[in-house]
């Protein structure tokens, strides 16, 4: 069975490893980014480990999962803010490790691999959802990635659902992660708080240390209204979004991932129900996507990155 290195390049580290085409992590090495010190420097960590992790074995290829637009035909990095690159030659920086490195985009990367082996394994159509900080993810139809013309294609969170909502940081307004990122449910659990002095939140937060994505379902949990409200309000958000990807692509399975996520059926329970009804034809559809969460965790990152290497470049 052929082996592959993937490697997950993030804001704050950097993780490889030896992954076999069934998926299985065979080695691991990790190393912290530090991108301030420029890409070139970057660049020759990343290098580092690809000969460290291939040394002794017959790799057949290597993929990179990277943040922003990346052109895997040129082998560029045309923009990842959050490692300040821009327009950078990493296939060429990289060469010297013997390889020519196949370059995907991370959330493209961690929805190949869920689709591959994870939540989504044996089906050949799979959208999935990350929501953190944003809300980010890709679509794979017939056992490939969707990457568009200029390999930008699927950012899921930029489509608008509330026409001049919300502004969002990428520019426009409505977006869907200002209304459903894992910061849209603090920013809205704050602000019940300070609506609610004396809601059950305020004795959640101090007990957790602090507001996060967790803190409302905690609220819910324990009979708080406010809580329920802030609930209720991020599944109707979270429910059009991943509505209007069931009506674009049909995928036979939904994963959500991050924290999120971890909700289990408290946040998919609901989030079906809102989904079917919106759903195209729903009164006579037979059939309706899997909604469920992923199970890679974070390896979802390398195990992408090394699949992607497999594929026959386009």
Known sequence: MKQYIGIDLGGTGIKGAVVREDGEILARQTCPTRPRRGPAAVAEDIGAMIRTLGRGREVAGVGLGCPGTVDDRAGTVVYACNIGW??????????????SVRLVNDANAAALAEAAVGAAKGTRSAV????????????VLDGHLLTGFTG????????CIVA?????ACGRRGCWETYASATALIRRTEAAMAAHPDSA????????GGVDGRTAFAGQEAGDPAATRVVAEYIRYLGVGIA??????FPEVIALGGGIANQGETLLRPLRAQVQSQEYGSAYTKKHPRIVT???GSDAGVIGAA????????
């Open 294 to 296: 992923c199970t890679l």
């Open 164 to 168: 001049d909502g919300e502004s969002c």
């Open 128 to 139: 999935v959802v990350t929501l953190g900080t944003g809300i980010g993810g890709g679509v």
């Open 201 to 208: 939140l305020h004795r959640i937060a101090r007990e957790k």
């Open 86 to 99: 821009v327009n950078y030659d990493v296939r060429r920086t990289l060469e010297d490790t013997g390889f």
């Open 152 to 159: 930008a294609a699927s950012e899921l969170g930029h489509m």
């Open 244 to 249: 209007n990807l069931v009506n674009i692509f």
């Open 307 to 314: 699949l992607f290497a497999a594929e026959k470049p386009e």
